[in-house]
Nanobody
Framework: VQLQASGGGSAQAGDSLRLSCVASGRTVLIDAVGWFRQVPGKEREFVGVYRWTGSVTYFADSVKGRFAFSGDKAENTVYLQMNSLRPEDTAIYYC?????????????????????WGQGTQVTVSS
């Protein structure tokens, strides 16, 4: 499985951006797609997860109510819609894919459940 992340860029506080994560290869193996972000010098942070089965989503508290997922199974693409952006959202955003199915969505916050990673895409939000 290969993942291609795109859609990052520069924005002003309050603006919106949409990130895309396109999967290719043996996509049938994937049950969930997640997004993480990292600021240089800091630990990687869980942002949210979209589980294909049931289109269930789960977000970190820091982005809940501002970010949303949508999925296009035919295109093997998951979109992360980021609204009401804040300067603290500035980071490199990475998408990841998991072969695991959890009903308890918080399990997806753990690093060891993610099997595939895409390259990062930079998001910069200025005040």
């Amino acid at each position: 499985v290969q993942l291609q992340a795109s859609g990052g860029g520069s924005a002003q506080a309050g603006d919106s951006l949409r990130l895309s994560c396109v999967a290719s290869g043996r996509t049938v193996l994937i049950d969930a797609v997640g997004w993480f972000r990292q600021v240089p010098g800091k630990e990687r942070e869980f942002v949210g997860v979209y589980r294909w089965t049931g289109s269930v989503t789960y977000f970190a508290d820091s982005v809940k109510g501002r970010f949303a997922f949508s999925g296009d199974k035919a295109e093997n693409t998951v979109y992360l819609q980021m609204n009401s952006l804040r300067p603290e959202d500035t980071a490199i955003y990475y998408c990841a894919a998991s072969r695991l199915y959890y009903t308890a969505m918080p399990y997806y916050t753990r690093d060891n459940v993610w099997h595939y990673w895409g390259q990062g895409t930079q998001v910069t939000v200025s005040s």
